[in-house]
């Protein structure tokens, strides 16, 4: 079948695919867009989180054809279009900095729910406390830094972006 | 495999008696799993989500009338007055990625033992709405699980809503698993106090083959407080041990890889007889939500 939706802000169709793929698998193989990471296809790990008409889901456990005309946000999406080659966006510099990066393969699910959390904190003209943010970041695995500088990371991020409320949010 | 997208509800009722091996998807929490493991490969996908009736929940009789597909992360911020009960059991589901998504009614179509809403929805006295093109039947929720992972739904029917009548008295959710989130229950409880009819709901999940009641504890619940709804005087902690110890011989639970059938007992247990005692002390300073 084919399929057309908005990813990053782009229009996309891609056809031939299959009935049963998921949302991620259109994204790694068909759209070029590797980005959101395929681990356990269970919705456990979260690594390929993405926002599907801006709120954070597993796109392993979205069916292609749901997304048929919606906007999905993914990892690569997080940089606004026309940043400088290099350019970060600000969770992915504090996840930099903070040292809250090992071997990297949760860390597309991070940034997405992260930046999801921040946004969602500072519209409410605040940061998040750190039982907010151990809860919005339940649903993403990692095996590699405990967590503890991730959390440093994410307290960066909102610390940045509540002092630059230009920054967008990629859904 | 087809996909289908009905954008109706009588478009949705109509391709389930046209293709009843059809299998219907909405948060994909289950389904997807069950087709990226290739265990599930359905001869036609029916997508749900664009079903408006399906996204929505209104009060209705004296009934709020949750629609089928309304997430569970809704279910917590517009019903957590409302539904107390099921939005406690909503909070302990999956992540917020997998609360975004899953629905009670893909909760009830999946009727797993383990399921999180089923020991709020029984202890609510919840009805399940399900329709056909032959028509709408509400089936009590009690009525519903049929065995493992079956239900009473027919194979031309798709669940239109749970209905649950707003609490008068306080609900209590309980879940046992090795952390607070992502996982599936080793056992759960959940608690409905009804002082407007002096009864007591009570739903046991994971502990059996199917979501049951305790109506043995219910109504020895129900006795002992037969004096005590008037005074809400302090409730002997003997009646709360004693409750949770006929909860637990309600339960009929297996040896699994998520624990034993003695943990299990034992944990229902304690998780009744915490229940009743918070709901309790929520009845006591007069909060009916305590949500």
Redesign the interface.
């Known amino acids: 079948m084919r399929l057309s939706c908005t990813v990053n802000g782009t229009p996309q169709q891609v056809d031939d695919v299959w009935e049963g793929e998921s949302l991620l698998y259109v994204l790694r193989e068909r759209m070029g867009l590797p980005g959101s990471k395929n681990a356990c296809e269970q919705g456990e790990c979260g690594s390929c989180t993405v926002y599907l008409d801006g709120l954070p889901v597993c796109a392993c456990l979205v069916a292609a054809g749901q997304a048929q005309g919606r906007e999905v946000g993914t990892v690569e999406g997080l940089t606004p279009a026309g940043a400088a080659p290099g350019e970060l966006h600000p969770v992915q510099q504090a996840f930099l900095e903070a040292g809250a990066v090992q071997c990297g393969f949760c860390t597309p699910g991070l940034l997405v729910a992260t930046d999801d959390l921040v946004h969602r904190s500072l519209a409410e003209g605040r940061k998040p406390a750190d039982a907010e943010i151990r809860e919005a970041l339940a649903g993403n695995l990692c095996r590699c830094t405990g967590y503890e500088k991730i959390l440093d990371a994410v307290r960066l991020a909102a610390d940045r972006m509540a002092a630059d409320p230009t920054a967008e949010a990629a859904r | 495999?087809?996909?289908l997208?009905p954008a109706t509800w009588e478009e949705a009722l109509e391709a389930k008696a046209a293709h009843r091996d059809a299998v219907p998807?909405a948060?994909?929490?289950d389904?997807?799993?069950g087709?990226?493991?290739g265990r599930l490969?359905p001869s036609l996908?029916l997508?749900l989500?664009r079903v408006p009736e399906l996204q929505q929940w209104a009060d209705d009789d004296g009934a709020v009338r949750l629609g089928a597909g309304v997430p569970y992360?809704r279910v917590i911020s517009e019903l957590g007055d409302r539904l107390p009960g099921l939005a406690m059991a909503a909070r302990t589901i999956?992540?917020?990625?997998?609360r975004?998504?899953g629905t009670v009614g893909g909760n009830l179509a999946t009727a797993s033992p383990a399921g999180d809403a089923h020991p709020a929805l029984l202890a609510a006295d919840a009805e399940v709405e399900v329709a056909s093109t032959r028509g709408t039947r509400r089936i009590p929720v009690t009525e519903f699980y049929r065995g493992v992972k079956r239900s009473a739904l027919a194979d031309d029917e798709l669940i239109a809503a749970v209905r649950i009548v707003p609490p008068r008295g306080p609900q209590q959710y309980s879940k046992i698993g090795t952390r607070?989130?992502?996982v599936i229950a080793v056992a759960a409880f959940g608690l409905a106090l009804h002082p407007d009819r002096r009864a007591v709901g009570t739903g046991i999940g994971s502990a059996a083959p199917t979501p049951r009641r305790a109506p043995a504890a219910e109504e020895y619940l129900a006795g002992e407080l037969d004096g005590l709804w008037d005074s809400r005087a302090e409730l002997p902690a003997a009646t709360a041990t004693r409750f949770g110890e006929l909860v637990a011989e309600a339960s009929a639970p297996i040896d699994d890889v998520r624990g034993t059938a003695r943990y299990r007992v034992h944990a229902l247990s304690v998780m009744a007889r915490r229940a009743l005692t918070w709901a309790w002390a929520d009845y006591r300073k007069g909060d009916p939500t305590c949500a």
């Not at chain 2, 999956?94 to 997998?98: A, K, M, R, T, V």
């Open positions: 495999m087809d996909f997208q998807i948060g994909g929490t389904v997807m799993v087709i990226n493991f490969r996908l997508d989500t992360a999956g992540s917020p990625q997998i975004n998504r607070n989130a992502m």
